[in-house]
């Protein structure tokens, strides 16, 4: 058998497309390149104010580093362009956080917010802003991280104009305590009923809430029960009302919350949280019941 001939059991070496693997690695160059660019455009003036387009880029170089066939050659004067960039991140973040901190603060003011608490968790009355600059984004939270109401860009006046609008669905409904404590009064004993329970038992919130909402539909709804005819109202409304609600007995019952234990806050069905007052404090129940008095 001649030198450069294959026996039965030897395998061919896989042919490398050469061509290929150029076209890629320009790619990987030309993106390097471009990413290099804008951090450098980026870093020019006020590099605080561009904290999530930097990352974004410095991403795109870590990825091509990990793709491209060339990095023992162009690792180290990559890392030489980026790591003054890198190590000034922190103090850039830092000022990102103070100036976006100060303006959201005005901005809260003109809508008659008061702002406080420490990043990432900011606090406005009963409602918690999650700060992630780094990923351009504010979640607004209704309690400590309960129940997400939106999500926006880190702007401030869109921030505040969204918690503005959230507050107002929640808290301009009509409400009325007799009406109220009525409806779930009657939530509770049909739940209690369907459970095969008496009044008096515990009875878990989830379970009230679906029936409460049902229950208070209007006639539309019970007659053609399709989405447009729902009129909405969840966990946060409910909390609320909970909240707000002054009279507590009804038909010589009186309601009675039920603190959530650590098994049941382990998942979200099992418990609601229900502010105590305007500054955010609040409890965790995870069942609702009626006791004779």
Not at 150 to 176: G, M, W, Y
Not at 230 to 247: A, M, T, W
Not at 251 to 276: K, N
């Amino acid at each position: 058998m001649y030198a450069n001939e294959l026996s039965e059991t030897e395998t061919p070496e896989p042919v490398v497309d050469v061509l290929r693997t150029m076209s890629e690695e320009e790619r990987y160059l030309r993106n390097m390149r471009k990413a290099i660019r804008t951090i450098e455009r980026l870093t020019e003036n006020e590099p605080s104010n561009n904290i999530y387009k930097i990352k974004q880029e410095l991403m795109k170089i870590e990825k091509i580093l990990k793709q491209t066939r060339l990095t023992d050659l162009i690792e180290e004067d990559v890392e030489q362009r980026i790591r003054p960039v890198k190590s000034e991140m922190p103090e850039w973040e830092e000022q990102a956080n103070r100036s976006f901190g100060q303006r959201l603060e005005d901005a809260l003011k003109q809508v008659e917010f008061e702002l406080s608490g420490n990043y990432p968790l900011l606090k406005v009355l009963f409602y918690t802003l999650e700060v992630k600059l780094y990923n351009n984004n504010v979640t607004i939270w209704y309690g400590p991280e309960q129940e997400r109401l939106d999500t926006c860009k880190p702007i401030p006046e869109v921030v505040a104009k969204k918690l503005q609008a959230s507050h107002k669905k929640i808290t301009s409904r009509n409400f009325d305590d007799e009406i109220f404590l009525l409806h779930l009064y009657e939530a509770y004993k049909a739940t209690a009923h369907r459970s095969k329970k008496t009044i008096g038992d515990s009875i878990p919130v989830s379970d009230i809430i679906l029936e409460y909402a049902l229950l208070t539909q209007n006639k539309n709804f019970k007659i053609n029960p399709v989405k447009s005819s729902y009129r909405e109202y969840g966990r946060v409304f409910f909390s609320y009302d909970l909240y707000q609600l002054k009279q507590r007995t009804i038909e010589d019952h009186v309601l009675s919350l039920v603190t959530a234990t650590r098994a049941y806050t382990r998942r979200r069905s099992g418990f609601i949280w229900i502010p105590s007052n305007e500054r955010g404090d609040g409890t965790y129940i995870s069942h609702i019941k009626f006791r004779e008095v």
